[in-house]
């Protein structure tokens, strides 16, 4: 059984290099499906495995390195678009109060 969940393995290591390719251009919507994707393969090799072999082990570990890369990569992006609201916000007040300055000339 131990092909079969390398294989399992590898495809999971590949969609979690597609995650952070997606992460860092931003496409949101193609993580989630990648993600589900991905928790369907490692479940299918949890399944069908009692022990982790070295192989399986170093696969592991490069799939949770990915996934800390592509939330980190999600979190920035959040920050980014948590920053352009609070500019815009300010620019808001900003036209507000100018605005009301305006009229009193």
């Known amino acids: 059984m131990t092909g079969i969940a390398n294989g399992d393995l590898e495809s ?3 969609l979690s290099r597609a995650m952070v390719a997606a992460a860092d251009g931003g496409v949101f919507e193609t993580i989630a499906e990648l ?3 991905r928790l369907a393969l490692l479940r299918s090799y ?3 495995n009692d022990q982790i072999d070295a192989t399986d082990r170093s696969l592991l570990d490069e799939i949770c390195r990915l996934n800390d890369q592509a939330l980190g990569l999600m ?3 959040r920050r ?3 920053r352009e609201l609070d500019m815009m916000a300010v620019g ?3 036209l507000t109060a100018y605005s009301t ?3 009193l000339r």
């Open 46 to 48: 949890r399944s069908g």
């Open 101 to 103: 300055i305006g009229m």
């Open 75 to 77: 979190e920035h992006h």
């Open 12 to 14: 999971a290591l590949r």
């Open 92 to 94: 808001r007040r900003a």
């Open 35 to 37: 993600d589900a994707e």
């Open 80 to 82: 980014i678009k948590g």
